[in-house]
């Protein structure tokens, strides 16, 4: 098993690291220091490394990092920070609906695929599109509500294109 | 039936400018831009990596045990088992201080010696120098076991013959209570009705996994970096590793979800072992499989109801069995039992009662404490009993219950009085009148159920284990506030609400106040966070000690102001004089005169729940816990009669919660603790079988996604009442406690039978529904 | 982590098929991965050569050929939701599609994939089987084709060989007027292993009777499978009750279920029938 060096675009920024071909891209994105990637099951049950890769929301442990190269890969700490968050981070923290807050970065992501492709998602829609994310702490509901937050508000700043 | 709120009392609450606001929480945009560290997430320079071998067999002697090979891999750098620990002595006191007597070798070890007692018992430690060596090193130990007779049914495990787990026998626990005289009682019944209840072994599945890392310091203090509900455990690590308590130093982080699961020891002795031993930092993560076999579980509870009522509903006697399984080792099994047992009538008024509970020991999972902690179970069965009453008699259920309920100033099962606010039938009417009519449905085969639960859950501890908190608060010289609280977060906003109410006192937003928890040497231990307590103690304790903050800036600011204290307020990050807000003087002038006058402002104060004596287990009757939270809950369900397939169609949870500090907060409590719930009653069980779990991952062990319930509309009521700050009472388990039975009740409803034991499958209800067409009823 | 392997990732299809003949038996192909990386973890699969065929864009693509339908192995059930050509000439995939696992998992994992993995539960195959379809096995020798019935052997076995690729998935547009659904039964509504699935698919024949109509059930046999006998009672007739009993009746008479974690064999066979039954009076509803 030949580890090799592998380049992955994670949140704009190249990284060059030598990985063998078992690592997932979970663990990868973990180990460069992306730890808002969580580890909740490491077999696609949970969504709690949910990631978009190439816009695409998928469970970054179902992901090996070698298949990730040459992908744009963006976690949840790539869509804002304190001091400039993202919409959906906002309302998230807005909402409540970041309790233990561990299913929140999947969880935003799922949100994030959802409001790119459906800028105004019905209840059914925003339900559909984070039924691959677990929460423990909230039923959901708040989620939901966020998420509508989140369309709205970008809706009222007009942000075109891409949320 | 159609029902209408019973209107409350008037309640006049004063309205605040922080308690009461359903402020964006302090730790809320950490989380949401994944900026917040979990114990998982922590790496230190040369690290290494851990990982437990544990049994594989559910009871069995170590015959032999050779750890040379995996010691010899490459990149290992220890393997510790039995023999290396301190004294070759394992016990520890496993924590929840098991008041009552230990019982020999009932304890559970860290590591196993010669015997297992359980599938994923612990045996031995290993440490590398990756992740992928220590695996390797796993399967290089090798062991021979010597399979015992084990025993995998608590009426099994109590029949004599029966093998036993620990000696003497597998009792592990009991508690009775004796009240009035049930012969009596039962003699003056119109109709006595019997029901037995059974639910399952239940996994908390917390996203985050257990993890942690540990590192030996310059002091050679034992720092502990971990998720848990309680950094009051370095005094059961340093017993165990055999150091001094003050040579460990648990630093708790932020939760990814506990609900009683890490309330125990999790990782903490074995990371403490191998960083003293390595004297190199040592990390251990869990992986969800390991979670899912290596920590407790939610007590199975057996439970038997015996009710004598007279055709009004009123009940004259009430006859009780519950027996619980403690699984392998008894960790909290008699706590959860006594809660059980004490609430096990439900919030009715029972003059003749008699409870009789057991918790037995076999070669399961362990059990432990699991939100709700034994009242969660107790309500499965009397709300499903009271339904099953008011179908015999005839009567609305929610008539029957109404005759019974408990009412401020009326005693308990135990003979405890109870002081606040008893609000059941304002909270069940207003549920129930959420729930409005029952959906129609032109499905020949769905049937639609409502059906609902009142419940009773307390907050505060047992007052026999004398319970405290303390909590620090300063203010800084700037006018930004500091509040020192031991109280881990689990993620239910505990940090939060201190904060709120630090606000609250000194006149600041809440944007001006920081919080440190979780540390044991560095924030003044504040007691677990479980049992619905922390915001009763430690939101108690941080309110008096912002209050004597406030004191002292109000006495400088009068000197100032020349008022007299009473004369001022403190707001808007001033302190101005009420009648002449114009008067004022900025906090940070303020704080910079008190410290230059030399004056306090930084006070740490402590809080005492009520002190009282143990019960006698044999009749128990005295006062138990400070106060209880009453709560409601409402449910309609869709039922397919041809395949079973069960959905949840409206759920509504009403709660007296005292008072909200943060309504928003309590709202994700009470939705959240009641999707628990419909998981409790639909689809969750951890599937045992001879000791061996059948659902190893989140694929066998099904918790409800968000396509698998409705949002729960949550009824706030503030009846001011509480004994916590500002007359709060808990929410944390009370939101959970009534929504299994309630989904119960919905399902009964809807096809006219009773399924007696949880989860409600599909394959329950066609059978359910067959008994019904065969006439078994 | 996962078990050590060696992984190649050709960029062409010719490529690859070189590789799996060279490498054949010890190369296992990795699509999606959703099957697959959980299976390595658990220790189900120890691979020792794993070949990514993501970067193959010969698997991808869906189109019309020929009357027929053509969707590459490696297009992933997202992909089969959004497209134009599904939800026109195979709404009963689309159905299928759009319960599958979960959104997360529905953007990796693969047709292909779904179908060589052969779980007994695979949601893809009933819509597959009543859509009449085959697959193409590509191998450096040439291809294959194989009606979908025949691919599937037992739990988890095909007629699939080490050197050979799952390099599509073809059937023929439905006659007008054709009409299919699909259902599945899981213990929650999403990320659930089927405990049992149905499609049906019927072709009227304008005058009140159908010429053509496929049963296919999952989850109730070792495999995906038909249920031919109950075809055959519709065949010919009208989609009244009473043939519609009959034939769900005939449907779970041809099952064998087996007991497990998620039901007992029992209630699969009788939820079979009801589900068969619900389907194609739903069905029937739309074709009158």
């Known amino acids: 098993m030949q580890p090799k060096v592998v380049t992955l675009n994670v949140n704009g920024r190249r990284h060059q690291v030598v990985l063998a071909p078992n690592v997932t891209l979970l663990q990868a994105l973990r180990d460069l220091g992306y730890t808002d990637v969580k580890n909740g099951c490491e077999k696609g049950d949970c969504g709690a490394c949910a990631v978009l890769l190439n816009g695409k929301a998928v469970n970054s442990c179902l992901v090996l990092a070698w298949q990730a190269e040459g992908t744009e890969i963006v976690t949840n700490a790539g869509l804002g920070t304190m001091d400039n968050p993202h919409p959906l981070q906002e309302a998230f923290a807005d909402a409540g609906a970041a309790q233990c807050g561990y299913c929140t970065p999947g969880m935003i992501i799922a949100a994030k695929a959802l409001l790119d492709r459906n800028p105004h998602p019905t209840e059914d829609e925003i339900r559909d599109a984070i039924s691959g994310n677990l929460c423990r702490c909230t039923g959901y509901g708040q989620i939901i509500k966020a998420v509508q937050m989140a369309a709205e508000r970008v809706q009222k700043t007009g942000a075109g294109g891409e949320v | ?777 | 982590m996962l078990p050590e392997f060696n992984l190649l990732m050709p960029k062409t299809l010719p490529k690859a098929l070189d590789m799996l003949s060279k490498g054949a038996p010890d190369v296992t192909p990795l699509a999606g991965g959703t099957n697959l990386i959980p299976d390595m973890r658990s220790g189900r699969h120890c691979p020792v050569v794993l070949m990514d065929i993501g970067g193959l864009d010969e698997l991808r693509g869906i189109h019309q050929k020929d009357g027929d339908l053509v969707i590459g192995g490696g297009v992933t059930v997202a992909e089969l939701l959004d497209a134009p050509l599904i939800a026109q000439h195979a709404p009963v995939l689309k159905q299928a599609a759009a319960i599958f696992a979960n959104p997360l998992v529905r953007n990796r994992a693969t047709v292909g994939g779904n179908l060589a993995d052969a779980s007994p539960a695979a949601d893809s195959g009933p819509p597959l089987l009543v859509l009449d379809a085959e697959v193409e096995l590509v191998s450096k020798e040439g291809a294959r084709r194989v009606p979908l019935e025949d691919f599937f052997v037992h739990v988890r076995k095909t007629v699939c060989k080490p050197q050979e690729l799952l390099a599509s998935v073809r059937w023929p547009v439905p006659a007008p007027g054709s009409v299919g659904a699909f259902r599945k039964l899981g213990l929650r509504k999403a990320g659930a292993v089927s405990v049992l699935s149905a499609a049906v698919m019927v072709e009227p024949d304008g005058n009140g009777r159908l010429v053509q109509a496929r049963i296919a059930l999952g989850a109730v046999a070792p495999t995906p499978i038909r249920a031919h006998a109950a075809e055959d009672a519709l065949r010919g007739q009208a989609m009244t009750p009473g043939v519609i009993s009959e034939a769900a009746y005939l449907a779970a008479v041809a099952t064998c279920p087996i007991d497990d974690i998620r039901g007992s064999a029992a209630y699969r066979q009788r939820v079979v029938e009801v589900l068969v039954r619900r389907l194609l009076t739903d069905v029937a509803r739309e074709v009158n």
């Not at chain 2, 995998?152 to 009991?174: H, Q, R, W």
Request: hydrophobic share 40%; charged share 25%.
């Open chain 2, 1 to 777: 039936m159609k029902y209408k709120a019973k209107p409350l009392p008037t309640v006049e609450l004063p309205e605040l400018r922080t308690v009461g606001k359903s402020l964006r929480r302090v730790d809320a945009l950490g989380k949401t831009v994944g900026a917040t560290v979990y114990a998982g997430d922590f790496t230190m320079p040369n690290m290494l990596h851990a990982k437990v071998f544990r049994s594989s067999k559910p009871s069995a002697r170590i015959k032999q045990l050779d750890v040379t090979k995996a010691r010899e891999l490459p990149g290992v750098a220890c393997v510790l088992t039995a023999d290396d620990l301190p004294d070759g002595k394992l016990v520890t006191d496993m924590p929840g201080q098991t008041g009552q007597k230990r019982r020999k070798g009932s304890d559970a070890p860290v590591l196993a010696a010669d015997r297992v007692r359980f599938v994923g018992e612990p045996i031995a430690l290993v440490a590398a120098e990756t992740q992928a060596i220590a695996e390797c090193a796993l399967e290089l130990i090798e062991i021979e076991y010597e399979l015992v007779p084990g025993v995998f049914d608590p009426l099994e495990a109590m029949k004599l013959g029966a093998p036993v787990v620990y000696e003497p026998d597998n009792i592990v626990s009991t508690w009775k209570i004796r009240k009035g005289d049930v012969e009596a009682g039962f003699a003056a019944a119109d109709v006595i009705v019997e029901n037995t209840f059974r639910v399952p072994f239940i996994d908390h599945a917390y996203i985050e996994p257990e993890a942690g890392v540990a590192w030996m310091n310059d002091q050679d203090v034992i720092n502990i970096r971990v998720c848990t509900q309680v950094v009051e455990h370095f005094r059961s690590i340093a017993q165990a590793v055999g150091v001094p308590h003050n040579k460990v130093h648990v630093r708790g982080t932020l939760i990814g979800g506990g609900f009683g699961g890490k309330e125990d020891i999790t990782v903490e002795i074995f990371l403490a072992l191998l960083a003293k031993y390595t004297r190199r930092p040592v990390r251990l993560v869990y992986t969800r499989e390991e979670s899912i076999l290596a920590h407790s579980k939610r007590h199975p509870f057996i439970i038997t109801h015996r009710t004598g009522v007279k055709k009004n509903g009123r009940i004259t006697a009430a006859e009780i069995e519950m027996v619980s399984d403690s699984g392998a080792y008894p960790y909290l099994s008699p706590y959860v039992l006594l809660y059980a047992t004490v609430t096990s009538c439900g919030p009715y008024r029972v003059e003749n009662l008699k409870v009789d509970s057991v918790s037995v020991a076999t070669n399961n999972p362990f059990t432990s404490a699991f939100r709700g902690f034994g009242g969660a179970q107790a309500a499965v069965a009397y709300e499903q009993q009271m339904d099953e009453v008011a179908k015999t008699l005839g009567l609305d259920p929610l008539e029957v219950r109404r005759v019974n309920y408990l009412r401020t100033g009326d005693r308990n099962a135990i003979g405890q009085k109870i002081e606040s606010a008893v609000w059941l039938e304002e909270e069940a009417t207003r549920a129930l009148e959420a729930l409005g009519e029952k959906e129609t449905v032109s499905h020949d085969a769905i049937k639609i159920g409502q059906g609902f639960a009142t419940t009773m859950q307390s907050y505060g501890r047992i007052m026999w284990f004398h319970d405290t908190s303390r909590s620090w608060v300063g203010i800084e010289q700037d006018g930004t506030v500091v509040v020192r609280c031991g109280a881990p977060d689990l993620g239910a906003g505990q940090a939060n609400s201190l904060c709120q109410i630090a606000a609250e006192v000194l006149g600041v937003s809440l944007e001006d106040v920081t919080f440190y928890n979780s540390d044991s040497a560095v924030t003044p231990l504040a007691g677990t966070t479980t049992a619905t307590r922390q915001l009763y103690m430690s939101g108690n304790a941080t309110l008096k000690a912002a209050k004597m903050v406030r004191a002292v800036l109000l006495e400088r600011a009068a000197k100032h102001l020349k008022e007299k204290p009473e004369a001022l307020d403190l707001a808007n990050n001033k302190a101005f004089v009420k009648s002449d807000p114009e008067r004022s003087l900025p906090l940070a002038d303020l704080a910079k005169m008190c410290a230059a006058d030399g004056m306090k402002l930084q006070h740490l104060a402590l809080f005492t729940a009520p002190f009282t004596d143990k019960l006698d287990p044999e009749n128990l009757k005295g006062d138990l816990f400070p106060d209880f939270t009453f709560s409601a809950h409402a449910i309609e369900v869709a039922v397919n009669t041809e395949t079973g397939e069960i959905m949840v169609l409206k759920s509504i949870g009403c709660h007296d919660v005292g008072r909200a500090i943060n309504p928003t907060a309590v709202e994700g409590q009470i939705q959240g603790g009641s999707a628990q719930g419909i998981g409790y009653a639909l689809m969750e069980e951890v599937r045992v079988e001879e000791g061996v779990i059948q659902t190893p991952s989140l694929s066998e062990y099904l918790i409800p996604t968000v396509k698998d319930l409705p949002t729960t509309k949550a009824i706030i009521l503030e009846s001011g009442t509480g004994v916590g700050p500002f007359g709060a009472k808990g929410i944390g388990e009370p939101s959970l406690t009534p929504a299994a039975p309630a989904v119960a009740n919905a399902v009964a409803n809807a096809i006219g039978v009773r399924i007696h034991d949880l989860p409600l499958t599909p394959e329950k209800v066609l059978a359910a529904l067959d008994r019904v067409r065969s006439g078994e009823g």
